[in-house]
């Protein structure tokens, strides 16, 4: 039977109702999924300094203040390509040692480090700086002052601080000039920083008037000096320089006090620390020392620095202002070259111009900081007090006392001055 027109109609419109329906509820094609972010960048920068030892307070110092450097530069969030770097510091102990130094090293090469801080003594930055320059990797020292380091033609070799020509040569001066020594007596440690440092004051102690009247050597693991002390007593100098550092020093003055060597000790920087101070006691007062560089306190980040290292790691021993700028000037020219590749970053370094916590960092030729200032102190009551500062943009602090009487004209030299 035919169908009539109208229920025809109908299930026709039903039908394309039905059709359109479908179209409707038809799901939406899958979006495409999010672009993963890329991996962050690991940067491994090598520290090493001796963590174990006689020397140990001084390396910890050196790794604490190259902690606080990466922590900050981790804060920062420096990108290299979009991608987020983080910075890892590798921590070794060298224990003073050359040949452990040797060791560090390879280490430090086998694990691909992208730079390297430190060696903290001359005696390991120097055989272990060989090591590096083969595998082209950098190497910034916050505190390894003897010449030979940056002057072997290598050209992975910097340091933030001035050096023990620029040290040996302010010492010699001021003991002639500002102390008005007429002799002095030499001891140093034979090792590359004690002996380098003694060589440089008396070449330029001798230029400036005064007559080395004993020349003594130790080691760098010596606590009793009575012997040599003995031997010095006989010849009376004006001054003792000692070239070593403190875990010598200490016991060294003390033991003067004993014997009554009326005599004062002239020391570089290895001497210059709070534990000097601290382990000689009373026999401490009226010894000199000097520092490279300016003193904390008047550096242009030093007392932010200050306020900030001794609450998370407490008082400053001697580099860790150094060793934080060392780590700060290797990321600049991470982020300078836009990678953290140790070609591309040697070839940023020699570029550097930046303001650290202890001063404005330019290189020279042969990477050793430009104008490096060197300061001298004095022991007073338990702590170093800050006499004046040579070089570098800082102006005079004060003159140091004589430890010998102005002679007057046509008289006999007057005797050591005692401090008290």
Known sequence: ?????????????????????????????????????????????????????????????????????VDDANAAKVKIGGRDVIFELQGEDDQADPKQGILVAQKFVDAKVNAVIGHLNSGTTIPASKIYSDAGIPQV??????PTYTHQGFKTTFRVMANDEQQGRVLGAYAGN?????????????????????????????????????????????VDFKAILTKIKGKKPDLIFYGGMDPQAAPMAMQMKQLGVKSKLLMGDGGCTTEFVKNAGEAADGHYCSLPGIPYDKMPGGPKFIERFNAKYGEIQLYAPYAYDAVMVVVEAIKRAQSAESAKILAE?????YQGVTTHITFDENGDLKDGAISLYVAKGGKWESLETIGGAAAPVAAAAPVVEAKPAEAAPAPVAEKK
Do not use: W
């Not at 001796?50 to 020397?55: A, D, K, S, V, Y």
């Not at 440092?197 to 230029?207: G, P």
């Open 141 to 146: 020292s916050p505190s390894a002052t003897n």
């Open 1 to 69: 039977m035919p169908i009539p027109v109208k229920i025809m109609s109908v299930a026709v419109a039903t039908a394309l109702i039905a059709v359109g329906c479908g179209k409707k509820e038809e799901a939406a094609p899958p979006a495409a999924p999010a672009a993963a972010a890329p991996p962050p960048l690991v940067v491994k920068l090598g520290h090493s300094a001796p963590l174990t030892g006689p020397q140990s307070h001084i390396g910890k110092d050196n790794e604490n203040g190259a902690r606080m450097a």
């Open 178 to 222: 500002q102390l008005k020594a007429k002799t002095v007596a030499i001891i140093d440690d034979k090792t590359a920083y004690g002996e380098g440092l003694a060589t440089e004051f008396k070449k330029s102690a001798v230029a400036s008037g005064v007559k080395v009247v004993a020349e003594e050597h130790t080691d760098d693991k010596a």
């Open 349 to 353: 370094l020699p570029k550097t111009d």
